[in-house]
Nanobody, 123 residues
Framework: QVQMGESGGGLVQAGDSLRLSCVASGRTFSEDIMGWFRQAPEKEREYVAVISGSGRTTFYTDDVRGRFTISRDNANNALYLQMNSLKPEDSASYYC????????????????WGQGTQVTVSS
């Protein structure tokens, strides 16, 4: 991705897969903790997955563990979220963020710079 921010969302059916991407133009985050968060209409932004700067350590919220995989390509300043076996309850706008300080599971600990990418999963 040439432009910074999130991409890869779309309208899919339950059981389908999507791969989200996040890039930064004009900045780097190759050594930073990064996270994926999502926000459904009328809901607060919530933690989905976190990855260490090296990419060797990952964490997932219980609802997506075993279905989603967070990864990164530091050489290309890119972050990814592979989403398999999608469910209607996964529908939300997805955001990538750079950890700044504090609890790594809270959105208030991150800097978000993109507009998000919409994921809609139908039954």
């Amino acid at each position: 991705q040439v432009q910074m921010g999130e991409s890869g969302g779309g309208l899919v059916q339950a059981g389908d897969s999507l791969r989200l991407s996040c890039v930064a133009s004009g900045r780097t985050f190759s050594e930073d903790i990064m996270g994926w968060f999502r926000q459904a209409p009328e809901k607060e932004r919530e933690y989905v997955a976190v990855i260490s700067g090296s990419g060797r350590t990952t964490f997932y919220t219980d609802d997506v563990r075993g279905r989603f995989t967070i990864s990164r390509d530091n050489a290309n300043n890119a972050l990814y979220l592979q989403m398999n076996s999608l469910k209607p309850e996964d529908s939300a706008s997805y955001y990538c963020g750079k950890w700044i300080s504090g609890n790594t599971y809270l959105p208030t600990s991150y800097h978000f710079w993109g507009q998000g990418t919409q994921v809609t999963v139908s039954s």
